[in-house]
Structures are given as structure tokens and as C-alpha cells.
RNA sequence: GUGAUUGUAGCUCAGCUGGUUAGAGCGCCAGGUUGUGGCCCUGGAGGUCGGGGGUUCGAGUCCCCUCAUUCACCCCA
């Protein structure tokens, strides 16, 4: 029988990399307290509905990329989360929270599920931090989650990294846009691939992000949508590229951002990093103000927010050495015990030294002397305390330290005396 | 979903145009050092050559199918 292994686009995090998480996460929480958000979480399922109404039933993440099933006969289809956003808008919404206070800064680090071929950078199972300002989406808000998410990649030392940016305007806006975009693509038609002919009916604007370059020139040609927003869109663009430039945030205006979640409306932006290869993008987000009527919320309820890829960020800070430094270190003493009379002594010492505090390893496979002191080496112990019938009659054991490789002969009180004194 | 790629020891990989007992490095275990690691030396364990079928006197090697991997497309984090 071959052997089990991970359902394809899953994967295991084994401890030496659990390190990097921990590290990665701690800078988020940290972050995520300068700038008052905290943390949400939701279940890892909803009704399929939510995420048909909340993300857009023509996007591709609902049209062929989610896990749904039935949790009985007669039940309603759910779904595992393809992302945050819908579900966090949603408990929010259940809860009332704004009725608690009109502005809400709440983040989160969460596993998704996206039934997509793997590639580099990309899983079926995958991680997102991201964050969600609800109760207030001016320039000011996009500017503070906008800001947040860039300190959290400055804390971690992540460099080489791409900001752009676009407004979609409301929904007037893009509406008038579509048409004009509609009219200009008709007379090509012949000329555009499968999807984009597709995307000619259903929504223009995505043809815009198409990476297929025999449309590159058509798509250049095409009018922009800053053209059609109104004059307060541009103005409250333009505050909020202000913002970034008063904080010395680069980024650069791309025309042709849209996105592919129906949702965002107005600032728009993504953040590529170059460590990445073809999945390059690490990051996106921008504003939803429709997104909490679209699931049923009877007030409007502005909203900005982004989320990062874990592993993509993970990836790129690998690439650029960023956990060389991230060393766990090693138990301190590592017991060796002579011979298998004396484990159960040696288990008796292990343990009082680790009530006393300390960081201790000991054999459990009863393994030769060799064998010990090489595991001890090799999991990059400092002391080794030698337990044999000598030490075992006197009650002073051999303590050697194993980069030196000096050794004394102390009563345990001592032991633990001299190891609890830091330095 | 589509295309390409790869699948040989725990890991990284050799194995030329099909030829006899399938190799290396690292790791692991043991010995050299009868109570002491890292270096070195010696030895050892460990392989349904992804799986199934076919061609052939003979298949790790060729053909077909299948499963899996990786990368890319689509799209997204």
C-alpha cells in the first residue's frame, strides 16, 4: 500500500521553520498593537452564500475556486474560507460591533482554501494576515491600514518591494467606465482570447489585468478609468497619495489595477515583491464601502482593508536571508547516562534540573554513551552532565562544558547554582 | 481546468546508445577511544528504481496508461 501523504496544495510546517512563523507573527501582533488594531477570528467556513454575494459570483475565486460541500442532505452548501474579508464584514455585522463604537480596527492571521493548481508561491491551503478598518474608509483610513501593513514588512527588514496603486472609483464611476471600456474593446473582439472575450460581457475591466501580451498593446490603447471618476474621487485620491508621500511611501500609479474581487471600490493597490517569481504579488487590498449592504446590512458601512500571503512574504524574506539570525537555542545540559541501570537516575536528575528551570535534554531510546553525546552536540547543548555509578555513589556529577570542553565535579545544588546564573 | 517537467537509499543526486550482484555524497548505526561529542579512519544497516501493463533472450533505461511532484498559464495572497 503506498503511503499516505498531504492532500496536494497542503503542507506540513515542521519545527525548524515553526521558528520563522513565530517570528513572522510576532512582528505583526506587535505592529498591529502600535497602530490599535486587534485581533479577529472567524470560522474557517461559511454559507457558500456569503462569499457568492460578498466576493462576486463572476470573480474566479467563487466561479471555480472554492471547496464547498454539503454539511448534510438537506443542509446549505458551505464553504471553506477563500478569504477574510466577506467573513469578518459578516460577524461584524452579526454582532453590531459598530453599535459599540463607529470605527472598528481589527486584524487577523488566518488559514485559507483555494482549489488552484500549486505553483511557487501558491497552495490550496494558505495563510493571510491582513487587517480591516470598518466604520470610516476616507484617505485618511486607507492611509492608516496602507501604513500599517508597510511598517509590518520595514519591521521584518523585507525590501525590494513594489506598491501600486489605482482608484476604481465608485460605483457610478466604474459603471460609465465599463461602457466606455465595452465600446472600445467591441471592434477587437475577434482579436481577444477566450476569457477576455468572456470578460467583454461580463466585466470589462478585468480584460485590463490580463498578463497576455499579444493584448498589451490594445489594452494600452484603451481609456482610463481616472477619466471617468468624479471630481471628489480624484480629490480623495489624491489625499490619500499625499498621505503616502508625507510618510515617505513609495508607490506607483497603475492605471490598469482593478483586481479581482467585485467588492473594492475607490483606492485600490497591491504590493509586488521581485523575490517571487511568477506569483509575485504579496499583498493587496483597498476599499469596499458596498461590500456590508451586499450582505445584507441595512446602514452603509465604509470599509478599507488588505491582506499578505504568508508564505509569499515568508518566500521573499528567505530569499533575502532575513532568518539567517533566527536561531533557536539548544537545551542547555544534556544528561548523559553511562549505562541503562542508571537511566532511571538519570531521569530523576533530568527532571529536578528542569523544576529548578533549566532547559534540559535526556536520551529516551536508551541509546550508548556515543550516541548521547553526540545528540547532545548536534542539537547544540552547552553543558553535558554525566551520570555513571561514580556520580550516582557520591552525589557529585561530572559537568562539562561542551565548547570548552572543560569538566568539574559538582553536587547537583551546585549544578543548578551555576547554570541558573545567566552569563 | 490547460501545458511542460521530474519521479532511483532517510536527504541531494549519478546510472552513457537496454546487458549480468543498482552506485556516490550527506545522514543514521557500530567500532577505532572497555565512562565523553564535534575532526579523522573502518565497517554496517537501508532500495517494490512512483504504480500497472507492454516490447525484448534481457528494462532503472524503450512504448502506453496511471498516480504524484515541480514550474508555468488562468487568476490571485
Not at 229 to 244: H, N, Y
Request: glycine share 8%; with cysteine.
Amino acid at each position: 500500500m503506498a503511503q499516505f501523504q498531504a492532500v496536494k496544495g497542503a503542507r506540513d510546517i515542521f519545527p525548524d521553520e515553526v521558528v520563522r512563523w513565530h517570528h513572522v507573527e510576532g512582528v505583526i501582533r506587535s505592529v498591529a498593537a502600535l497602530y490599535g488594531f486587534s485581533e479577529i477570528r472567524t470560522p474557517v467556513f461559511e454559507y457558500t452564500e456569503l462569499f457568492q454575494r460578498g466576493i462576486g459570483s463572476t470573480t474566479d475565486i467563487v466561479g471555480k475556486e472554492m471547496f464547498s460541500f454539503l454539511p448534510d442532505p438537506n443542509g446549505r452548501s458551505i464553504t471553506l474560507r477563500p478569504e477574510m474579508t466577506a467573513g469578518v464584514m459578516r460577524a461584524c455585522l452579526q454582532k453590531n460591533l459598530l453599535s459599540l463604537a463607529p470605527v472598528h480596527k481589527l486584524y487577523y492571521i488566518s488559514d485559507l482554501f483555494r482549489k488552484e493548481r500549486p505553483q511557487a508561491g501558491r497552495q490550496r491551503q494558505f495563510s493571510q494576515f491582513g487587517a480591516e478598518l470598518l466604520g470610516v474608509s476616507s484617505p485618511a483610513a486607507v492611509a492608516e491600514v496602507l501604513t500599517f501593513m508597510m511598517q509590518v514588512f520595514e519591521t521584518l527588514g523585507l525590501h525590494g518591494l513594489r506598491l501600486r496603486i489605482n482608484s476604481l472609483g465608485d460605483v457610478e464611476d466604474r459603471a460609465r467606465y465599463r461602457e466606455a471600456l465595452r465600446e472600445y474593446f467591441l471592434p477587437y473582439a475577434a482579436d481577444l482570447d477566450e476569457s477576455s472575450k468572456e470578460r467583454l460581457e461580463k466585466n470589462p475591466l478585468r480584460i485590463l489585468d490580463s498578463k497576455n501580451p499579444a493584448l498589451k498593446e490594445m489594452i494600452a490603447g484603451a481609456p482610463r478609468l481616472y477619466a471617468y471618476l468624479k471630481p471628489e474621487a480624484v480629490a480623495d485620491f489624491e489625499k490619500v497619495l499625499s498621505f503616502l508621500s508625507d510618510r515617505a511611501i513609495a508607490y506607483d500609479i497603475d492605471h490598469l489595477l482593478v483586481r479581482g474581487l467585485d467588492y473594492y471600490c475607490h483606492a485600490a493597490f497591491e504590493v509586488t515583491s521581485s523575490e517571487l517569481g511568477a506569483q509575485d504579488a504579496i499583498g493587496g487590498g483597498g476599499r469596499y464601502d458596498s461590500l456590508a449592504k451586499e450582505l445584507g446590512g441595512t446602514a452603509d458601512l465604509p470599509a478599507v482593508g488588505f491582506a499578505v500571503g504568508m508564505e509569499r512574504l515568508m518566500i521573499a524574506m528567505e530569499k533575502q536571508g532575513l532568518f539567517a539570525t533566527l536561531n533557536p537555542h539548544g537545551p542547555l545540559v544534556y544528561v548523559v547516562v553511562q549505562q541503562q541501570e542508571l537511566s532511571d537516575h538519570g531521569m530523576q536528575v533530568a527532571f529536578r534540573l528542569r523544576k529548578a528551570g533549566l532547559k534540559v535534554e535526556i536520551d529516551l531510546a536508551a541509546r550508548s554513551m556515543k550516541a548521547q553525546m553526540r545528540e547532545a552536540n548536534r542539537i547544540g547543548s552547552s553543558y553535558a552532565l554525566f551520570i555513571g555509578q561514580t556520580e550516582h555513589e557520591s552525589g557529585l556529577y561530572s559537568l562539562k562544558n561542551l565548547v570548552t570542553s572543560e569538566q568539574t565535579s559538582l553536587s547537583l545544588d551546585a549544578v543548578i547554582e551555576i547554570l541558573s546564573t545567566p552569563g
